[in-house]
């Protein structure tokens, strides 16, 4: 069942969730239930519907990854969020544990990025080649622990795995994300990656001379003591 207090912001056209590590945003040949169709449920008991729930996935994160995920409740939302993430008026940051430190503390990492759907992973180079796609973002080191750092990732660009292949290519492997370099694994499967804060303008005002911003930031999964610690020091 789903747990409401994991909601981050809704109202009328939108619906924000802090999505748990392990949690599928959308249902896959796996059959494991989904975050979409919990959410879905949950709005039709506690709202009472008779039909079937319209409920639209604005962006995705990987399944063991935390954090904010943007659902649409009204066909008109859906349509001009999408729009909005094609032209990329949606900021989005990520906080990401890694098991070494950036040789430069902040930066713009840009690569070009070919995605190999026989291994479900992300392959980078530094010049095109044949079906790649650019992938740009910006990363700030922000904290570090005994062992861990946090570095903080603006994403310009939304590709396949882009933050743990590029964060991987500059030497910083993403904590539990043995696919890109990582020495041990996480003891829940999870990777250290959480979608931290999400900012766009609402899609639907009643009056379009007035700009409403959604700001909504994403607490760190609370049964985990380095998320807690960075958060505490951080924040």
Not at 40 to 67: C, M, Q
Not at 129 to 138: C, P, T, W, Y
């Amino acid at each position: 069942m789903f747990d409401p207090s994991r909601i981050l912001y809704e109202d009328n056209h939108i619906i924000i969730v802090n999505k748990l590590a392990g949690e599928l945003v959308q249902p896959d040949t796996t059959g494991d239930p989904a975050l979409e169709d919990e959410l879905k449920e949950f709005i039709r008991i506690r709202n009472a519907k008779p039909g079937n729930v319209f409920l639209g996935v604005v962006h995705r994160i990987d399944r063991p990854v935390s954090g904010a995920v943007i659902f649409a409740k009204t066909g008109k939302a859906l349509a001009r969020l999408n729009e909005m993430i094609k032209n990329r008026k949606i900021k989005k940051i990520y906080w990401a544990i890694t098991e070494k430190a950036p040789l430069q503390k902040e930066g713009t990492l840009f690569h070009y990025l070919l995605r190999d759907g026989k291994t479900n992973k992300s392959k980078l180079f530094d010049k095109p080649v044949k079906d790649s796609k650019e992938a740009k973002l910006n990363y700030r080191h922000i904290a570090s622990s005994t062992n861990y750092h946090l570095i903080e990732v603006e994403l310009l660009t939304g590709r396949h795995h882009q933050i743990r292949a590029q964060l991987s290519k500059i030497g910083c492997p993403i904590k539990g994300d043995l696919k890109y370099g990582a020495s041990r694994s996480n003891k829940n499967g999870s990777i250290s990656l959480h979608s931290r804060f999400v900012e766009f303008e609402h899609p639907v005002i009643k009056d379009r001379s007035k700009r409403e911003i959604v700001r909504i930031t994403a607490p760190t999964p609370q049964d985990d003591n380095l998320w807690q610690y960075f958060e505490q020091t951080v924040c």
